[in-house]
């Protein structure tokens, strides 16, 4: 089995910085795809930023704010958040496309971890 455990979440004011991790163990052959998606109370689902074989892409929202990274030795991604803003509260999940063998992968997510930007 796989987990992803997330951690960094909290409440900060608004202009304030927070630094999100989620560390993937488990029967993981390698890791594709790794990111953060986040979703606000009764809105959708959304991605923040995705990296992948060293491309980085990001949400418009959060352009110039954020900055996802990788440890690969410790199968580890991380999301430094500058700037926050109010609209920027959500529980933020991280996602990873992980291989348990040569060919057979799936997407796991971790549990979620709240980040309320709020005075």
């Known amino acids: 089995q796989v987990q992803l455990v997330e951690s960094g979440g909290g409440l900060v004011q608004p202009g304030g910085s927070l630094r999100l991790s989620c560390a993937a163990s488990?029967?993981?052959?390698?890791?594709?795809?790794m990111g953060w998606y986040r979703q606000a109370p009764g809105k959708d689902r959304e991605l923040v930023a995705i990296?992948?074989?060293?491309?980085?892409n990001y949400a418009d929202s959060v352009k110039a704010r954020f900055t996802i990274s990788r440890d690969n030795a410790k199968n580890t991604v991380y999301l430094q958040m500058n700037s926050l803003r109010p609209e920027d509260t959500a529980v933020y999940y991280c996602?990873?496309?992980?291989?348990?063998?040569?060919?057979?992968?799936?997407?796991?997510w971790g549990q979620g971890t709240q980040v309320t930007v709020s005075s």
């Open positions: 996602v990873a496309d992980v291989y348990r063998s040569l060919v057979s992968h799936k997407n796991y």
């Open positions: 990296t992948s074989g060293g491309s980085t």
């Open positions: 488990g029967n993981i052959f390698r890791i594709n795809d």
